[in-house]
């Protein structure tokens, strides 16, 4: 049984700490993709979030979670080789999604994170395009199938969206412990934007009579382009880190990772040059490169040797391996704003 947990990947300077989860199999360089982009959703290892666990025996394990179908569990003790460790749902989605969201065929971004004894696993599913979407919840004690513990109980919907009621997406959720312990869940992705909800730490779900609050929005672009909210607390502010544009689009892709922060978890964000992100605003931090396209996706895990944004992005020499997992360096200016570096290392 773990006895320590942290919501982090502790990762040592001396690893090749870039985690090509599904790059494995594909070692042939510049290869052409022979599975499109869009049909590869759920291939790779998209949305990825993981935890670092602390054992008895004083060894540190690695799991990440990432879209797929059941949601695909992978374990580390080096970050470096990685097998795989089962799945959260023996089936595709769970019953009661397959019902609410026909014809999804996987899960969509989960988020994996330890709290008050329990495992977090939040996750959406949904279809390509749609706003037809719902966000689900399930828990564990235990990440090693191997312990007595190890069984995952799904609590059900906890948020869903419809185009005939509601404004939103219920796609992309991020949990937040705030510095005051209250709980809050974000979400969504294009419509109108980022919303946030408190939640209650009982159930992991949104507190009886809660606000549905707004966070972030793109109201100047025609698309709306913005998703995927992941909230970091540093140093006196909350930083919202979003993902701008077209995530899916293998080589072509022009997802961006934008911030903004503010003093209270509910906002108001704002960007660099003082502009909401509820009006758009946002300083971009990571964006595509020669090689690197259509980064995002993001989060942030803290470290003893240091801070590190974790993202998918796809490797133009190897697009058959669809969207990878890289790990950045995140360091922060005098004036406080994130700045990423480059990979810690290339495949």
Same mark, same amino acid.
């Given at each position: 049984?773990?006895?320590?947990?942290?919501?982090?990947?502790?990762?040592?300077?001396?690893?090749?700490?870039?985690?090509?989860?599904?790059?494995?199999?594909?070692?042939?360089?510049?290869?052409?993709?022979?599975?499109?982009?869009?049909?590869?959703?759920?291939?790779?290892?998209?949305?990825?979030?993981?935890?670092?666990?602390?054992?008895?025996?004083?060894?540190?394990?690695?799991?990440?979670?990432?879209?797929?179908?059941?949601?695909?569990?992978?374990?580390?003790?080096?970050?470096?080789?990685?097998?795989?460790?089962?799945?959260?749902?023996?089936?595709?989605?769970?019953?009661?999604?397959?019902?609410?969201?026909?014809?999804?065929?996987?899960?969509?971004?989960?988020?994996?994170?330890?709290?008050?004894?329990?495992?977090?696993?939040?996750?959406?599913?949904?279809?390509?395009?749609?706003?037809?979407?719902?966000?689900?919840?399930?828990?564990?004690?235990?990440?090693?199938?191997?312990?007595?513990?190890?069984?995952?109980?799904?609590?059900? =919907? +906890? !948020?869903?969206? *419809?185009? &005939?009621?509601?404004?939103?997406?219920?796609?992309?959720?991020? /949990?937040? %412990?705030?510095?005051?312990?209250?709980?809050?869940?974000?979400?969504?992705?294009?419509?109108?934007?980022? =919303? +946030? !909800?408190?939640? *209650?730490? &009982?159930?992991?779900?949104?507190?009886?009579?809660?606000?549905? /609050?707004? %966070?972030?929005?793109?109201?100047?672009?025609?698309?709306?382009?913005?998703?995927?909210?992941?909230?970091?607390?540093?140093?006196?502010?909350?930083?919202?880190?979003?993902?701008?544009?077209?995530?899916?689009?293998?080589?072509?892709?022009?997802?961006?990772?934008?911030?903004?922060?503010?003093?209270?978890?509910?906002?108001?964000?704002?960007?660099?040059?003082?502009?909401?992100?509820?009006?758009?605003?946002?300083?971009?931090?990571?964006?595509?490169?020669?090689?690197?396209?259509?980064?995002?996706?993001?989060?942030?895990?803290?470290?003893?040797?240091?801070?590190?944004?974790?993202?998918?992005?796809?490797?133009?020499?190897?697009?058959?391996?669809?969207?990878?997992?890289?790990?950045?360096?995140?360091?922060?200016?005098?004036?406080?704003?994130?700045?990423?570096?480059?990979?810690?290392?290339?495949?």
């Amino acid at each position: 049984m773990p006895n320590t947990v942290t919501n982090a990947l502790a990762l040592r300077p001396t690893l090749a700490a870039v985690l090509l989860l599904a790059a494995v199999a594909f070692s042939a360089r510049g290869a052409r993709s022979e599975t499109s982009a869009r049909e590869g959703l759920l291939n790779g290892a998209p949305d990825p979030t993981g935890v670092a666990v602390t054992s008895d025996d004083g060894k540190t394990v690695y799991y990440v979670a990432a879209t797929g179908e059941g949601v695909q569990l992978l374990r580390s003790t080096d970050l470096v080789h990685w097998t795989k460790s089962g799945r959260v749902f023996e089936d595709a989605v769970p019953a009661w999604a397959a019902r609410d969201v026909p014809g999804t065929q996987g899960i969509w971004a989960p988020d994996l994170s330890y709290h008050d004894g329990l495992y977090y696993l939040y996750y959406s599913v949904s279809t390509f395009g749609s706003q037809h979407s719902a966000i689900g919840l399930a828990i564990n004690k235990s990440l090693d199938p191997a312990s007595p513990d190890y069984a995952w109980e799904d609590r059900g =919907k +906890v !948020i869903d969206s *419809d185009a &005939s009621r509601t404004d939103f997406n219920a796609i992309d959720p991020a /949990l937040l %412990v705030d510095e005051d312990g209250r709980w809050w869940l974000f979400w969504g992705s294009h419509w109108a934007g980022l =919303k +946030v !909800i408190e939640v *209650d730490p &009982s159930t992991g779900k949104p507190r009886q009579a809660a606000e549905i /609050l707004p %966070v972030a929005a793109r109201p100047d672009t025609r698309s709306h382009a913005i998703e995927a909210p992941f909230v970091y607390f540093h140093n006196g502010y909350y930083y919202q880190f979003v993902s701008w544009d077209g995530c899916c689009d293998g080589a072509k892709s022009t997802y961006k990772v934008a911030v903004g922060r503010s003093r209270q978890p509910t906002g108001p964000y704002v960007d660099a040059d003082g502009r909401r992100m509820l009006d758009g605003g946002g300083t971009v931090v990571l964006q595509n490169s020669e090689r690197w396209r259509g980064p995002g996706h993001n989060g942030v895990i803290a470290t003893d040797q240091g801070e590190w944004m974790v993202h998918h992005t796809y490797d133009v020499e190897n697009l058959q391996a669809q969207r990878i997992l890289q790990v950045r360096p995140l360091t922060w200016t005098q004036d406080g704003w994130p700045k990423v570096g480059e990979p810690v290392s290339a495949p």
